[in-house]
């Protein structure tokens, strides 16, 4: 049998190249291998201020850097999460089998709720709805970055309660699909490597997104900043800093970190941003190419018509079925 894969990316942002080393290049891997559905998460997105207009248009751009990145839909469903309504019905149900205390512990709930001045009640279920996601297509694997692990182990959990209390496997449980951190699993902000690169961080001066012009990657880059010393090599705690750098290098050239460390040997950073910077910009060129011409009117469009129609009746059968075994009502048709 034939493993299937389920990731998801929210419209919050500009997707950095955190995303693209940490899930996105692992997605187009996993198309060849494994029958994949890749999905928008708008709805997610809607647990945090949106602005409209920017939520519509950065729904449609992470679906145009899916194709772009080399996700190829013939090959994965590539869709929006509220087109499959099965999403927002399976998250209610779900959290009915979830507890408070369960999602309270939720690290990234900490802290995001931490910088927020109203705390939605939807930020708190949030990982409820990502659980809904992974278990409504029966699931084999979700690849996606370290800082969505905890968030996996929830879905976990919540799919073997329920097994459990039916007696039968209604939810397949996931396994996670994480890259250590070399390969990709944790990108660091540039311009403070204790913080994880994020999208939708307020200072973009620390995250490269996958859109960045060539002379903004290569400012970023220049500005990074770097540790103590001049010496280049791998070392996460001490040279935290470099460490990331040599991390983004290696992925965006297919050259291990001792390479880089041989060839740096003794010439200090300059020479390495700049270099870096080149590999940046050649790894995300044909990228952005694909990406204007997937902006031509009802490109995007027609792929996630077509994506729905495969994601749906996956989704369907999962609900209706939990829906049956739940004591709810089914459809009556006439
Ligand atoms: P999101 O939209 O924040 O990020 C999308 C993917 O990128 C990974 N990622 C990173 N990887 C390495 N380094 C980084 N700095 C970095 N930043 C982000 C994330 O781990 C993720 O894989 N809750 C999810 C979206 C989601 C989902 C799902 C994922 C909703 N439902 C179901 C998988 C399955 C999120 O907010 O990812």
């Known amino acids: 049998m034939v493993k299937r894969v389920f990731s998801g990316v929210q419209p919050s942002g500009s997707l950095t190249i955190g995303n693209y080393l940490g899930a996105l290049r692992n997605f187009t891997k996993l198309q060849h291998e494994a029958e994949c559905l890749f999905c928008v998460v708008d709805l ?56 408070v ?15 927020q001045e109203v705390v939605t009640a939807g930020l708190f279920t949030y990982p409820v709805l990502m659980a809904a996601d992974i278990l ?18 929830l879905a976990r959990d919540i799919a073997i309660r329920v097994n459990n209390r039916f ?3 209604i939810f397949k449980v996931p396994e996670p699909y994480i890259p250590p951190k ?34 903004a990657i290569q400012q970023k880059i220049r500005s990074a900043v770097t540790d103590s010393g001049r010496e280049i090599y791998y070392d996460e705690e001490n040279k935290a800093a470099i460490s990331n750098l040599m991390v ?10 001792e390479e880089i460390q041989e060839r740096y040997a003794g010439s200090g950073y300059g020479q390495f941003k700049k ?18 011409e997937l902006s031509r009117p009802g490109v995007i469009e027609a792929i996630l018509a077509q994506g ?19 004591g709810l009502l089914p459809l009556l048709r006439s």
């Not at 403070?192 to 859109?211: C, F, H, Q, V, Y």
């Not at 910009?281 to 694909?290: A, G, K, Y």
Request: aromatic content about 6%; some cysteine; overall charge negative.
């Open 167 to 169: 007696d039968e496997e």
């Open 44 to 99: 997610h997105a809607l647990t945090v201020p949106q602005d409209p207009k920017e939520l519509y248009q950065r729904t449609l751009d992470v679906a145009r850097i899916f194709v772009a990145c080399g996700i190829d839909p013939k090959l994965a469903t590539v869709f929006i999460q509220s087109h499959v309504p099965a999403h927002a019905e399976m998250s209610w149900l779900l959290e009915c089998s979830s507890y």
């Open 308 to 326: 729905r129609k495969k994601a749906e009746p996956l989704a369907l059968a999962t609900l209706e079925r939990f829906q049956d075994r739940l």
């Open 136 to 153: 409504l297509y029966q699931t084999d694997e979700v690849p996606v970055g370290e800082d969505q692990k905890q968030h996996l182990e």
């Open 275 to 292: 270099d870096l910077a080149e590999v940046v910009v050649e790894t995300l060129r044909p990228i952005q190419e694909r990406f204007e």
């Open 248 to 257: 983004i290098y290696s992925l965006c050239s297919d050259q291990s970190l």
């Open 182 to 215: 070399i390969a990709g699993g944790r990108i660091m902000n540039l311009q403070d490597p204790t913080e994880k690169m994020s999208k939708s961080a307020e200072n973009p001066r620390g995250n490269i997104a996958i859109l960045d012009p060539p002379d």
């Open 101 to 115: 205390g369960e999602l309270r512990r939720m690290t990234q709930y900490k802290e995001k709720s931490s910088k």
